[in-house]
């Protein structure tokens, strides 16, 4: 079973016309030494930087780039408009056309750490996961963010149905002009953890999402990656 379990489109519909009144958020702390990971690619180098405030992500990131984990693994799903996701160490010697996205580093599912100030804009990394009830993240599989642009009204939809869950989540206005301007997917906001973004590469993932894939959203020709720490 792929490791991102696509959201029902039909709960962005539910939407209420109450106002809401838009608490003050928590600002998070300055980032105090920015984690940056290199991610080359066959179609180009991708550099993401890794948020402190997510710690049990990022550290477990780091260990695996230290351990040359994700050297020579593939990006295995690739969905134009969406997202690219990697980290399948069952991929480093699959046959061409099969299935991919079951497999797991050695230990635990990664606690989630969901953030009110990270969001799916285009070019965040965050972890992919199973359906577990607890939304736990997978221990090596991750994602990057294609994804389209969105309207207020679209975001309205979204924003009203995580406060459900979660009265206190709202769009900022800088958070809704990155939707509305270089796209993402907020359906995903709140339902997986958000760890870094890219800040070099963009346009390499635009490559990667738009490349030729079979019916299980695997590219026809194989898109290796190797990592490595820049600091």
């Given at each position: 079973m792929q490791k991102i379990v696509l959201v029902v489109v039909s709960f962005l519909f539910i939407f209420s016309t109450s106002a809401q009144t838009k608490p003050a958020r928590t600002p998070i702390k300055p980032i105090t030494k920015e984690r940056l990971v290199e991610i080359k690619t066959d179609l180009g180098l991708v550099v993401v930087k890794l948020y402190d405030?997510?710690?049990?992500?990022?550290?477990?990131?780091?260990?695996?780039?230290?351990?040359?984990?994700?050297?020579?693994?593939?990006?295995?799903?690739?969905?134009?408009?969406?997202?690219?996701?990697?980290?399948?160490?069952?991929?480093?010697?699959?046959?061409?056309?099969?299935?991919?996205?079951?497999?797991?580093?050695?230990?635990?599912?990664?606690?989630?750490?969901?953030?009110?100030?990270?969001?799916?804009?285009?070019?965040?990394?965050?972890?992919?996961?199973?359906?577990?009830?607890e939304k736990a993240s997978s221990n090596c599989q991750f994602y990057i963010v294609e994804g389209k642009i969105m309207d207020d009204n679209m975001l309205n939809q979204i924003e009203c149905n995580i406060r459900q869950t979660n009265p206190g989540f709202y769009y900022t206005d800088a958070e809704r002009k990155l939707y509305k301007t270089i796209g993402g997917t907020p359906f995903l906001d709140q339902n997986y953890t958000v760890f870094g973004e890219v800040i070099k590469g963009l346009d390499v993932i635009d490559k990667i999402a738009a490349v030729p894939r079979d019916q299980n959203d695997r590219p026809l020709s194989n898109i290796h990656m190797k990592m490595r720490l820049l600091n």
């Open positions: 405030s997510t710690p049990l992500h990022r550290d477990n990131f780091i260990k695996l780039v230290k351990q040359g984990f994700y050297d020579s693994l593939l990006f295995h799903r690739v969905i134009q408009g969406f997202m690219i996701q990697g980290g399948d160490p069952e991929s480093k010697h699959a046959d061409s056309g099969s299935v991919l996205g079951n497999g797991e580093a050695p230990g635990d599912r990664i606690p989630a750490e969901f953030r009110n100030n990270y969001i799916h804009k285009k070019g965040a990394l965050a972890m992919a996961r199973d359906d577990n009830p």
